[in-house]
C-alpha cells in the first residue's frame, strides 16, 4: 500500500454516513488505499458510502475497478456508493468507462447527504427484526351444491 502524498485522504462520519475524501490522483499507485478505505467501512457495518471526489483529477482503469467492485459490494449488502464529482475530466472518464450509469453521482457532497434519509443509513442488518411466518389459512369447506 502507498504511503505517499497521494493516498486517499481521510475517511469521517458526516450525518451518520461514511465520507471518504481521494487524492488528486488515484491510478495503479494508490488504487489499494482506496479499496482498503472501503472495505474499512463497510467492515464498520456501512453499506452506504460516500466517496468525495472533489479534490480529484484523474482516475485509472485500476481506480474505476475499485469504484466498481465497491458498487457491486454495497449493492450486495443493500447499500450503494455515492461519487461527488463538481464537474470536469472526471466525469467524462466515468461516462467512458460506462460507471456513470451505473453508480450516482453528486455536484457537492451536500447534495450527496440531502437525498439519504435517516432509516437508509443504517448499516445492513441494523435494526432489522424478523418476523415469524403467517400460519397458512384452513382450507374452505366446499359448498353443498
Known sequence: ??????????????????????????????????RVALLSATAL???TVIIDLSATDFCDSAAMREL?????????EGG????????????RLLD?????RVIKVYPTLGAALEELP????????????????AEPAEPAEPADG
Do not use: K, S, W
Open 1 to 34: 500500500m502507498n504511503h505517499g502524498a497521494d493516498d486517499v485522504r481521510t475517511m469521517h462520519i458526516v450525518a451518520g454516513i461514511p465520507v471518504i475524501t481521494t487524492a488528486p490522483m488515484i491510478d495503479i499507485t494508490n488504487a489499494d488505499d482506496l
Open 45 to 47: 457495518g456501512y453499506a
Open 68 to 76: 466498481e467492485r465497491a458498487h457491486n459490494r454495497a449493492q450486495g
Open 80 to 91: 450503494e456508493i455515492r461519487l461527488v464529482i463538481p464537474g470536469g475530466r472526471l466525469l
Open 96 to 100: 467512458v468507462a460506462g460507471l456513470r
Open 118 to 133: 435517516a432509516v437508509a443509513i443504517q448499516p445492513a442488518g441494523a435494526g432489522c427484526t424478523a418476523e415469524a411466518p
